[in-house]
C-alpha cells in the first residue's frame, strides 16, 4: 500500500493583494520582478519580490495570462479576445483578435504559455449554454498567423507546459478534472492521452484543476481551486506531494522564482470570484492574497515555458 503524499503548510500569505481572481504569475530572472492578473478586476501586478513593492496597470478589458518577451521587451499577453503585447504608455497592441464575431459575448481567452520557438499558445473557455467549446489556439509571430490547433471541446482552457525536451506539452482542462498530455513537435499536438484524472487521484468532487508549473526533475505542480491546495505529480502522473494553504480557498496558479529558482510564487482568487459563494471569504480570507512557498533544497523550477518572440 502507497504512503500518503508528504504535505506542507504555508500557514500566511506573503502579500495582501485581495485580488478577485488573482492568476498567471511569471518570474522575470533579470529583475526578480514576479508578473500576474487580476482578471476579473482588469489588472496587471508587477511585483519586486526582494523589496516586495509592487505597481499595479489597469485596462479596459481582462488580461489572461503573461508571457516575457525576448531582448528585455516587456510583456505579452492575452487579453479576454487575443494576443496582444503590452507597451508602454500606450498599453495594449493587439496581434490577433481570433474569436468569432458571434462568440465574443459568452466566451474569452484563458490560459497560456509559448514554446521554445516563441509561438504563443492559449485556450479558451467554453458556454455551454450557447454550445460554444473551449479550444486551444496558436499566434505564431515568425508568420503573424493564429489558427485554432485542438479544437477540443474542452470546458476551461487551462494549465499549460512542456516537458525539457519540449516534446510533451501538458494541457488543463478544469471542468472535467483532467490534465492532459501530448507529443508535441514543432507547434504539432499529436496522441492526446489523459495524465491525470483528479477525481480518481481522490481529489474532492467540486474542487477543479487550475494553473499549473514544472520543476527540473520534471514534476507538474497543479493549482486546485476550491482546494487550498497546490498537488505534485510526478512525471510518472503518482502523486508526490500536497502544500496546503489553510486560509485560501482557490488556488489559481504557480510559478518558480527566485535568485535560485527554488521559490514558489502562488496566486489565489476570492470566493466569490467566477460566481462562488463570497460568504466563504470569512473562513478563508487569504483567498485574493498572493503566497510564496520556500522550497530551497527540495524543488528548484525547470524551463516548461519560454519568451514570446515578437
Known sequence: MSSAP?????????????????????????????????????KVYHLNTITLDYNVEKFD????????RRNGQGLACTSAQGFAVIEANSGLRHLAMPIPPEYQPFTRFNDGACDSKGRFLA???????????????????ADNTCKIIEPGPFTDSN?????????IMYFTDSLVNKIYAYDYEDGKLSGRRV?????????PRGTFPDGLCIDNAGGIWSARWGGSRIIRYTPGGAVDLEVYFPTAL????????????????????????????????ELYPDSGNLFAVDLSGQFTGGTWRHRFSA
Open 195 to 203: 495524465f491525470v484524472d483528479s477525481i480518481s487521484h481522490g481529489m
Open 61 to 68: 478589458m481582462p488580461i489572461t495570462c503573461l508571457a516575457l
Open 6 to 42: 508528504r504535505t506542507i503548510t504555508v500557514e500566511r500569505p506573503l502579500l495582501q493583494t485581495h485580488c478577485s481572481l488573482g492568476e498567471g504569475p511569471i518570474y522575470e530572472p533579470g529583475t526578480a520582478m514576479l508578473h500576474f492578473v487580476d482578471i476579473e478586476q482588469h
Open 250 to 281: 482557490n488556488i489559481t496558479a504557480c510559478c518558480f522564482g527566485g535568485p535560485d529558482a527554488d521559490r514558489l510564487y502562488v496566486t489565489t482568487a476570492h470566493c466569490g470570484a467566477c460566481g462562488g459563494d463570497a460568504s466563504r471569504q
Open 159 to 167: 494549465g499549460m507546459g512542456w516537458s525539457a525536451d519540449e516534446k
Open 123 to 141: 485556450g479558451t473557455l467554453c458556454s455551454k449554454e450557447r454550445g460554444i467549446p473551449g479550444q486551444l489556439y496558436m499566434y505564431d509571430p
